[in-house]
């Protein structure tokens, strides 16, 4: 197989200069430290957003009509609420959701 190892080198560049620029610009455009309220909105509330509609959007075809009614993801989603709750630590809520649906499915 033939590489162009340059324009892979040149698209490394671009994407780390994007990056950097993406990082850089709210630095760069409020120094002072005052923050428009719509953008203090959106950094409160945007990843609860985000989760809300990836959740939603992972349970959308979900056939809640025949056996088993869903339950193999909608009790492994319930659990992760619940551990997340209980120990506040995203990773173990996770893994341990994971398991269980991995295990449900595997008995299902």
């Known amino acids: 197989m033939n590489w162009d190892y340059s ?3 040149i698209s490394i560049a671009a994407m780390g200069a994007v990056t ?10 409020f120094r002072s430290g005052s ?3 719509v953008l203090s909105y959106l950094q409160r509330y945007m990843p609860a957003m985000i989760m809300l509609a990836l959740v939603l959007n992972s349970f959308k075809t979900v056939d ?3 056996a088993p009614w869903g339950l193999v993801y909608i009790v492994p989603g319930l ?4 551990f997340h709750a209980w120990k506040r630590n995203a990773l173990l809520s996770i893994i341990a959701g994971t398991a269980l649906h991995m295990l449900l499915l595997r008995l299902t």
Not at 79 to 82: E, K, P, Q, S, W
């Open 20 to 29: 950097l620029a993406c990082r850089a610009t709210p630095f760069i455009l």
């Open 64 to 66: 809640v009509l025949h």
């Open 79 to 82: 659990a992760v609420a619940a």
């Open 35 to 37: 923050m428009p309220p």
């Open 7 to 9: 324009a892979i080198l």
